[in-house]
């Protein structure tokens, strides 16, 4: 075969049907087609999966067992592959450390920078700092409290690989006989470390153990002088019993997490280069890990580089001031002694009951009983010898529960503690994450904390000609830098992720940013010839922000790469190269290609659903009439994340739309004000913090609220869309009253895998058996005992209309409603399954496999099978996820079905033909990031498409045909080809 194509022979991966294809390289492919009809079987479990196979068995035995090994396709022969490259929409990261600027490497190049160039100010002064002589390091140790002990180090190793067998023996023909290793003492004259020279190591040089005495500075100032020779200009002064109350401003006490465990000593560094003869501040030598939060050397110290800190939170501790003294304090039981006895003496003290409602004390007394009382309390304790009085101050309920958080060795006390805990932003650090000296390094006049703080928009115009400001030295050394950091910072640019600042957790980021970081990683490295795989890199994105998109992938194209996109979107399909239309239906009616080729051939095609939407013949209609409404819930004051202190109407028995360009607030007003402030309001949900708003009006207006998101339905195989929806139980029940399992006495739970009794023993109920290989990866093969069916033999003699239990579970939803036509619980529940566009998921499917957008389809399936009772708020973020237009119109009207019933339905979107369907639309922006968080238009499409500073009006307007304005696409080219009528 020629080498112009990958070629696929024989797929049936999943619902594949012996599929042949060929797709030419160095192209733009998509993979389109309904929702279940085989799109990332073919993308993703065939070509990706079997590209990434080769190249892993292409290594050594040894690394592939630390790799780990893939299953090869159910594929006949796949050629022509380049090395693959998956480029998905799982979450880069969910470490807390972990941030944009982290995961992109751009926080690397930032601290190089900041090392390199950067210029120290006194953060008491904000001087300039300058060099430091030996007396003024040895007066600043003098003004440690006298007699203090201390240790004089040399820092002659600081985090170097090596075994330092050679340094020993130097150090030991000098004279010295102390160092410390990692924190560990040695006497060399006695004792090698045997140190493994494959991992960092710290090494000070003990040059003097001394006690800080005025009588002693000769001795100090020689050892001090000593000891800045040996280390090139650096000391290390280690205090082991370190004085409460330092006098200076130390910014390196190694304690906590990161300083090690046990480790909590004093460390001072000083450096003849960095000094303020005007300050009492203590500066250490400036190097990248004083930039790192993942350091000890640059972490803030409150926090350990986390930026917030967990705190006894008031309004958790008292969350009903209505209720008497003995009962306010959520995590004080009164019925115990030990409370009892406390509380009773502090109301003796104040001369009140224990049965005073809390909100009658005035408020000075209340905080004393919170955080500790002025004056001495006479605590009494009943016991066999009498009463016993003690007098002291009360701590206070908040110190108390802090102190007995960090003192307790009970992890279930430490828990409890927690329920009344808050995560805080650090106050030292105020949520920069980094130590005070680090956070004074200034390059042209901007700390890194600063620009970490910035937008990728923000920060990119920031470096842009900051050359200009620098030195000439430091225009040489920062050269190639900035050119770095201004590459990656434009492209991600380019895939439209401006909006984010760089000291964003990477755990906060959507599947499709995480996605697109990855994508800006990729074109950076300017690689040729490679596979990219990509998943619907679309979603989460505005019209607005996808033509750039676009741009970035046709670049990675034109550089020599092949692309396979399974993508719905049409504006894609329209600049792709190559389009494979999956389908004809879903499920075990798909698997096949219906058309491939350019976007007119997909437009001619008369068996393609696709084709009929991206002809016209098939359209998704717009609403003849919108609904109105007398009333609203009223969000006031909204300033959480770059939210501008917006009031915001909700009406309630609409349909509503919060739209905008990515980064404009849309999650933020509907999670974390919207959702989380109803929910602390409706329900006393107190794990939840609502974002910073000063309220939320009408809520009587509503019954309840309902979150339906994306969130797996189930963490385990065993649970699956059968059992989350109740539709297994009703189905259990009929296979309990066939006449077999009558017979037998077998009831409901008889047939369910989950319990001992009838299932599969052997498998335990999963169908399947792993096999641990060495080298290779593990293997899961059908159980021997049940050839995957999951139940024992008996239970499958059981058949209700000539299909076992186990023929059901295989069933697709679709298939399974037929079957059960005649059971109206089943028949409705299962027919919802279709209506929200699942009609080709098999019943048993587990639930770990569902993508994002299945699982909330499932959820909101679920919601509609209880009882309608109207009143309920719906909210959903990006419910069209990985649909096709076709299934998006079944979701709009399962929508609108709700809407209809009286509830009120709230959706986060960017999709068009959904946003035109609502009543009301809120358009936030009209930029991201800080460039956002204002209203721009409000009401219903009509009137939001007037708006010409609203983006999102500015693209509804082709799509609505009451609007006499052309949209940014309005001359966008039409099908050449004659389209045929249905």
């Not at 492919?29 to 196979?53: H, M, N, W």
């Not at 401003?249 to 465990?261: D, F, K, M, P, Q």
Request: hydrophobic share 30%; net charge negative.
């Amino acid at each position: 075969m020629s080498k112009d194509f990958i070629e696929v022979r024989g797929a049936e991966e999943h619902n594949l049907e012996d599929l042949d294809v060929r797709i030419p390289r160095e192209t733009f492919t998509v993979v389109t087609g309904l929702s279940g009809s085989g799109k990332s079987s073919l993308a993703f479990e065939t070509i990706y999966a079997e590209g990434q196979r080769r190249y892993i068995e292409s290594l050594s035995a040894y690394a592939r067992n630390f790799l780990g090994q893939m299953d090869k396709p159910q594929v006949e022969s796949v050629e022509g592959l380049s090395p693959a490259i998956s480029i998905d929409q799982k979450n880069a990261a969910n470490n807390p450390r972990s941030t944009v600027g982290t995961v992109t490497e751009l926080h690397d190049y930032l601290r190089l920078l900041y090392a390199r160039v950067g210029t120290q100010y006194d953060p008491v002064t904000g001087e300039e700092v300058g060099e430091q002589s030996a007396g003024e390091m040895v007066n600043q140790l003098l003004e440690l409290p006298e007699g203090t002990r201390a240790k004089i180090a040399a820092p002659v190793a600081r985090d170097q690989k090596g075994a330092f067998e050679e340094l020993f023996e130097d150090l030991v023909s000098e004279g010295y006989a102390r160092v410390e290793v990692d924190g560990e003492a040695y006497d060399l004259t006695l004792d090698t470390p045997d140190l493994d020279k494959n991992y960092d190591h710290t090494i000070d040089v003990i040059v003097d153990r001394v006690k800080i005495r005025a009588a002693d500075r000769s001795r100090l100032a020689d050892s001090v002088e000593t000891a800045l020779e040996k280390a090139d200009g650096v000391l290390k002064v280690i205090v082991p019993d370190p004085p409460a109350d330092v006098p200076f401003a130390s910014n390196t006490r190694s304690t906590g997490a990161l300083g090690g465990e046990g480790d909590d000593r004093l460390v001072l560094e000083f450096s003849e280069e960095l000094g303020n003869p005007n300050s009492d501040f203590q500066f250490s030598e400036i190097e990248t890990r004083s930039f790192s939060f993942n350091s000890p050397y640059g972490a803030c110290p409150e926090c350990e580089g986390l930026g917030q800190t967990k705190e006894v939170d008031e309004n958790l501790v008292v969350r009903d001031p209505s209720k008497p003294i003995k009962h306010v304090f959520e995590a004080w039981s009164y019925n115990r002694s030990y409370y009892r006895t406390r509380l009773d003496a502090v109301a003796k003290h104040f001369g009140v009951s224990v049965e005073t409602p809390f909100e009658e004390l005035s408020e000075d007394v209340q905080q004393q009983f919170l955080y500790g009382t002025h004056r001495e309390v006479v605590f009494e304790r009943q016991t066999r010898n009498g009463t016993r009085r003690k007098t002291k101050r009360f701590e206070g309920v908040i110190p108390n529960l802090e102190r007995r958080h960090v003192e307790t060795d009970s992890d279930s006390t430490r828990e409890h503690i927690e329920d009344y805990m808050a995560v805080t932003t650090c106050p030292v650090c105020e949520g920069t994450r980094l130590k005070e000296q680090s956070r004074h390094v200034l390059v042209a006049g901007t700390s890194i904390t600063e620009v970490n703080q910035m937008s990728i928009g923000d920060a990119l115009a920031h470096f842009e000609g900051l050359e200009s400001e620098l030195s000439e030295r430091d225009k040489t050394i920062a050269e190639e830098i900035l050119k770095e950091i201004r590459a990656r910072l434009g492209f991600m640019e380019e895939v439209g992720l401006e909006y984010l600042t760089l000291d964003r957790e990477a755990a906060t980021l959507s599947g499709g940013e995480s996605q697109r970081i990855r994508l800006a990683t990729q074109v950076g490295s300017g690689l040729v010839g490679v596979l990219y795989v990509l998943d619907e890199p679309s979603i989460g994105l505005h019209q607005r922000d996808n033509d750039r998109l676009l741009d970035t992938l046709e670049g990675l194209r034109d550089l020599g790469n092949t692309l396979l996109v399974v993508e719905h979107d049409e504006e894609t399909m329209r600049r792709a190269d190559n389009i494979i239309d999956m389908g004809p239906g879903p499920g075990k009616r798909g698997g096949e290609i219906v058309v491939q080729g350019d976007f007119d051939d997909v437009c001619d095609a008369d068996r393609s659903v696709t084709g009929d939407y991206l002809s016209g013949r098939r359209t998704i209609p717009v609403p003849d009439e919108r609904r109105d409404s007398d009333t609203a819930l009223q969000i006031r004051g909204a300033r959480q994340h770059n939210l501008k202190d917006l009031d915001v109407a909700i009406p309630i028995g609409q349909f509503t739309a919060i739209t905008g360009v990515s980064g404009s607030g849309k999650s933020t007003l509907m999670h974390e004000i919207l959702y989380k402030g109803l929910a602390r309001e409706m329900n006393d949900n107190t794990s939840v913090d609502p974002g910073d708003h000063d309220a939320i009006e009408g809520i009587d207006e509503i019954e309840t609220v309902r979150l339906i998101d994306q969130s797996p339905i189930g963490r385990t195989p065993r649970s699956n869309p059968a059992t989350y929806t109740d539709v297994f139980d009703y189905i259990r029940d009929l296979f309990a009253e066939t006449k077999l399992a009558k017979q037998r006495g077998y009831e409901k739970g008889r047939f369910s895998f989950n319990v001992k009794g009838g299932r599969c023993e052997a498998c335990g109920g999963q169908g399947t058996v792993k096999i641990e290989m060495n080298f290779l990866s593990d293997v899961y093969v059908p159980c021997e005992e049940c050839n995957g069916a999951r139940y024992n033999d008996e239970t499958l003699d059981v058949e209700y209309k000539g299909k076992t239990i186990a023929d059901v579970l295989d069933m697709e939803v679709s298939e399974a409603l037929s079957f059960f036509e005649a059971n109206s619980q089943l028949r409705r529940r299962l027919k919802l399954l279709e209506d929200v566009g699942l009609g080709y998921m098999t019943l048993g499917q587990p639930s770990t496999t569902l993508s994002g957008g299945e699982a909330q389809r499932v959820k909101l399936a679920e919601e509609l099978g209880k009882r309608q009772t109207g009143d309920t708020l719906y909210l959903l973020d990006e419910p069209t996820t990985g649909l096709h237009k076709e299934d998006e119109r079944k979701l709009i009207e399962v929508l609108q079905r709700l809407t209809d019933n009286g509830n009120t339905v709230v959706v986060v979107e960017h999709e068009l033909d959904l946003v035109k369907n609502a009543d009301n639309i809120i358009d936030l922006g009209p930029e991201g990031g800080e460039g956002g968080g204002e209203i721009v238009a409000n009401g219903t499409p009509e009137s939001v498409a007037t708006v010409e500073a609203s983006h999102t009006g500015r693209y509804l307007r082709d799509l609505l045909p009451d609007v006499d304005a052309e949209g940014p696409r309005a001359d966008r080219r039409t099908p050449t080809k004659p389209a045929n009528d249905d």
